[in-house]
């Protein structure tokens, strides 16, 4: 099993920046991929950025451009660099490590925090 604890969040004014961290309670090392993904009220939850094991990134178009997401895998931890911010960014981000073998082998997601962006 492993654990997923975000940190991070908060109220920012909008063209704020917030960073993100994840850190997790087992190795990221050999995660496939670990992501960052938000939920607005009455909304899905949509993924906004992920790194691969071998340190490729995807983003949301929404936010490329301002936010940046990386690994740290000595700390065990993925962060989200948001920069920018627009209210529309206002959502839970919870963050999510995916395995397809070994020891962990599954999908993880931490509580998620909260990011509201005011105008």
């Known amino acids: 099993q492993v654990q997923l604890v975000e940190s991070g969040g908060g109220l920012v004014q909008a063209g704020g920046s917030l960073r993100l961290s994840c850190a997790a309670s087992g190795s990221i090392f050999s995660a496939n991929s670990m992501g960052w993904y938000r939920q607005a009220p009455g909304k899905q939850r949509e993924l906004v950025a992920a790194?691969?094991?071998?340190?490729?990134?995807n983003y949301a178009d929404s936010v490329k451009g301002r936010f940046t997401i990386s690994r740290d895998n000595a700390k065990n931890t993925v962060y989200l660099q948001m920069n920018s911010l627009k209210p529309e960014d206002t959502a839970v981000y919870s963050c999510n490590a995916r395995y397809y073998s070994g020891i962990y082998n599954g999908d993880y997601w931490g509580q998620g925090t909260q990011v509201t962006i005011s105008s």
């Open positions: 790194i691969t094991r071998g340190g490729v990134t």
